[in-house]
């Protein structure tokens, strides 16, 4: 169940808290054993919804779920200052360093990353076209919740906080997470969950994740984050302990860095966890986590220019590694690489990769029982466009040409230059008087690929 938190401090709080219950039929319940300053007198329910006000600022709360009943979400719905116009956004909580609004230094709410994840998309589809929709690094407090938990806010001023429209779409989208699961659904032991190292407030890099595949975000340290994190940590240990509950509390395994910091790198793979690019990211999206760690170890990682074709989406069967002829895959590469790259993404699991990824290699990974068939006939139909025939001849693929060959020409006495030109785009010449035609001077060219 979702849990809702309006502040009556909090002037877009209590707009958003009017479109809330204006958008659906509540019950309602008084609730004795609480102040109505801190979450009692009338509760508004709903199957999947609880909503309670509070007299205080959500930085300033403590513990808000104790508040509510069964829920395992709870939204702040909150207003965002700052100077950048018609935002509406969402983030977690928690202070990297010393708290200077609310919670306690170096603590953490608990992240709900799916569920934010979702938010970003929901407020997408509901703000009005002036608004901007974006996502925020972790900042101030509260830090002790008590389950996953998020703000989702109008910003930047006043004259935002009191627009009907803005209002009512910061509650559309609150409304359209009410029964999505805080976290991904775990798979190989862990979840599609990061956290993110570095950047600016707003994060845009991580925001393009979150927006383009299918990974969530939880906590992120932008880089004042990490500069109040190394001004208040005592000592190493310190710092690390800080780091271990970003990712505990993100309910995370690997972290997205932004910009070169091979302290940072060394000192989260140190607490066991791993740092990855954004291409990683990007290529595993819809890609079982188990097979990326199968084929990882067995074929090498993404940082070494794995990748994964269209029939890695979803599946979680054997595979083999197919036995392609080397030079029929390099000679079609160099005819039409693109080409070659299209064939292999659509049939191919996984496949290896040079030149940060744009060149494909060996090996070509497919599915358990994969026709060998399904790859040679595309690379095949590569070869057609530069070769006079291509032809199966005892299990070979064999391509021919017939060609213009310079040195035969050289031995007739034709002179380099323009002459040769001709001759090789299959035109006549005229030596001493004397016209010489191009069959003369071409060869037949031979290539086979044994499969």
Known sequence: MLGIVV????????????????????????????????????????DSVELREFASLHLDLEDAAAAFGDVDLLVFASKHAGETEELLTAHHTGNFGVAEYGGRDGRFARACPNAHRAVVSALDDHAPPEYEVGMECTHHG?????????????????????????????????????????????????????????????????????????????????????DALDEWADDEDDRDAVLDRT???????????????????????SLGHRVVGETFVRETSGVPLGLVEELEAEIGTVEDGLRFGQRATGYAGEWTVLDLPPDLLAEARGIDGDAVREAVERHAVAFGTDQNGTVVTEPVVVRAG???????????????????????????????????????????????????????????????GEEISPERFQRERIRRYTL
């Open 247 to 269: 990712f505990r509390e993100s309910a995370a395994d690997y972290a997205l860095m932004e910009g070169d910091r091979p302290d940072l790198r060394a000192a989260v793979e």
């Open 142 to 226: 509260p830090t002790d919740v008590g389950v996953p938990s998020m703000f989702v806010e109008v910003g930047s001023a006043r004259e935002q906080w009191e627009d009907p429209a803005a209002a009512e779409a910061v509650a559309r989208a609150i409304l359209d997470v009410a029964e999505v699961a805080p976290d991904a659904p775990r798979e190989n032991g862990t979840r599609r969950h990061l956290v993110g190292l570095g950047g600016g407030h707003y994060a845009p890099r991580f925001e393009r994740v979150v927006r383009e595949t299918d990974w969530a975000v939880g906590h992120i340290a932008a880089d004042w984050s990490l």
């Open 370 to 432: 994969t026709d060998a068939e399904a790859l040679v006939d595309p690379l095949v139909e590569i070869l057609e466009a530069s070769y006079d025939s291509v032809a199966r001849e005892d299990g070979d693929i064999v391509a021919r040409e017939t060609a213009f060959d310079p040195d035969l020409a050289r031995t007739a006495g034709i002179p380099e230059g323009p002459k040769f030109g001709k001759l090789a785009s299959g035109e006549s010449v005229e030596v001493d």
């Open 7 to 46: 502040s009556h401090e909090d002037a877009a709080s209590e707009h958003i808290g009017e479109h809330l219950l204006a958008l659906r039929d509540w019950d309602t319940a008084v609730d004795e054993r609480r102040d109505d300053a801190d979450g009692g007198g009338t509760v508004y329910r709903t």
